[in-house]
Structures are given as structure tokens and as C-alpha cells.
Antibody, heavy 121, light 113 residues
Framework: EMQLLESGGGLVQPGGSLRLSCATSGFTFNTCALTWLRQPLGKGLEWVSVISGGSDRTEYADSVKGRFTISRDNSKNTVYLQMNSLRVDDTAVYYC??????????????WGQGILVTVSS | DVILTQSPLSLPVTLGQPASISCRSSQSLVYNDGNTYLTWFQQRPGQSPRRLIYKVSNRDSGVPDRFSGSGSGTDFTLTISRVEAEDVGVYYCMQGTHWPPLTFGGGTKVEIK
């Protein structure tokens, strides 16, 4: 069974940092693009970042560019999101998602259960 | 960025009746490989999103056949042929043709009358 499990969320002050992790199982991790997305409570979905299977390509939403860094460890089947200079409007449930469409695509097809990040003083 | 406009915002439906959700794009979603990367997700209350339909009309494994996707170019539709109680939730369309960024519609809330 394919699974993704996020961890590392919590409460942080504005300007602070957090690192999210997403441990996966049940699929071929090292050829699969992984995506982070977020959803403010009661609101819609926002794409945040994506990383290719070989880590040779990364992309970011303008809202997080320069503050967030996506990475992966193929030996641990885990993808990370380092979040720095956090702002109140970064508060959201963060999801990781795996591409299942086709080799070379970068879509969020299979989602984890999400982890809450709250940025507040 | 591509803007996806979903309608209606809220859709009260009688059990057993059909329901349709529209998703309109600010530009054509046909990619240069000939595919149209328009996806539909379902988010039940308290759950994470689940992919239902990809590339306009391809239903995911395990998705009931009462769900179908159609459309082309800039206009797309998700149809539920006969709504069941478990279909309550918010439905989102997403485009992956012109990215980054991937963009989502604002969501349509399906509820039972």
C-alpha cells in the first residue's frame, strides 16, 4: 500500500524556522517527483514546491521562493521542506504528495494526511 | 499564472440525483505533447485530497464509475451521475499544463439537500 506520512509541524514564531519531513513507502521512491502543498484552515489548496526523482529539478511558488527549500533522501524514501523566515500567512496544513501519472511528470497525485504549521507570536 | 474558475461554489444535491461541476481555465490546457493536464480531486470532510480524474477523463483505480470527467481546451466538467452520501465534500480542479505554478480552482462544496 502506498503511504506518505508528514511530520515536523507545530507552533513557531514569526521569523522562525521549521523542517517538515515526509516518509513514504509502497512505491518506487527514487524515480518519483514529490510535491509539497498547503491549505490554510477552511480555505483552498496551494502548490508550494516540487522536486524531481533525481533532485536535478526543483520549483517553488513565488510566495515561498528564497525562504523554503525542498530536498529528498532517496536512501530514506523521505522528502523534506525546510521553511525559514516564516510568516503568519504561512499558517496552513502542509501536505506532501507523490506523482503517479507517468515518468517525468510532476503532479501531486497521492497525498499524505497533512501536518499543521502555525506561525504565531 | 493560469486561473481556474469553478462553479458553482456550493452545490446542494438530492441523493440519487446527478451533479455537475464546471472548471474554466484562463487559457487552453492543451500541452505541446497533445495531452491536457486537468485533474479533479475530492476532499471529504477532515480528510486529505484524493485524486479522482486525471488528464480530463481518466478515472483513478477504485473511483466509482458514477464519477466522470469531460471537456477540452478551457472548459471542463466533473459529473456525478447519482450522488451518494459519501460524495459529500469539496471538489477541486487543478491544471498541470502551464507550470510552475500548478494552480487549483477555488473548490466546489457538494452537500446533500
Amino acid at each position: 500500500e502506498m503511504q506518505l506520512l508528514e511530520s515536523g509541524g507545530g507552533l513557531v514564531q514569526p521569523g522562525g524556522s521549521l523542517r517538515l519531513s515526509c516518509a513514504t513507502s509502497g512505491f518506487t521512491f527514487n524515480t518519483c517527483a514529490l510535491t509539497w502543498l498547503r491549505q490554510p484552515l477552511g480555505k483552498g489548496l496551494e502548490w508550494v514546491s516540487v522536486i524531481s526523482g533525481g533532485s536535478d529539478r526543483t520549483e517553488y511558488a513565488d510566495s515561498v521562493k528564497g525562504r523554503f527549500t525542498i530536498s529528498r533522501d532517496n536512501s530514506k524514501n523521505t522528502v523534506y521542506l525546510q521553511m525559514n523566515s516564516l510568516r503568519v500567512d504561512d499558517t496552513a496544513v502542509y501536505y506532501c504528495a507523490a506523482d503517479q501519472t507517468a515518468p517525468g511528470t510532476f503532479f501531486p497525485d497521492l497525498w499524505g494526511q497533512g501536518i499543521l504549521v502555525t506561525v504565531s507570536s | 499564472d493560469v486561473i481556474l474558475t469553478q462553479s458553482p461554489l456550493s452545490l446542494p444535491v438530492t441523493l440519487g440525483q446527478p451533479a455537475s461541476i464546471s472548471c474554466r481555465s484562463s487559457q487552453s490546457l492543451v500541452y505541446n505533447d497533445g495531452n491536457t493536464y486537468l485533474t479533479w480531486f475530492q476532499q471529504r470532510p477532515g480528510q486529505s485530497p484524493r485524486r479522482l480524474i486525471y488528464k480530463v477523463s481518466n478515472r483513478d483505480s477504485g473511483v466509482p464509475d458514477r464519477f466522470s470527467g469531460s471537456g477540452s481546451g478551457t472548459d471542463f466538467t466533473l459529473t456525478i451521475s447519482r450522488v451518494e452520501a459519501e460524495d459529500v465534500g469539496v471538489y477541486y480542479c487543478m491544471q498541470g499544463t502551464h507550470w510552475p505554478p500548478l494552480t487549483f480552482g477555488g473548490g466546489t462544496k457538494v452537500e446533500i439537500k
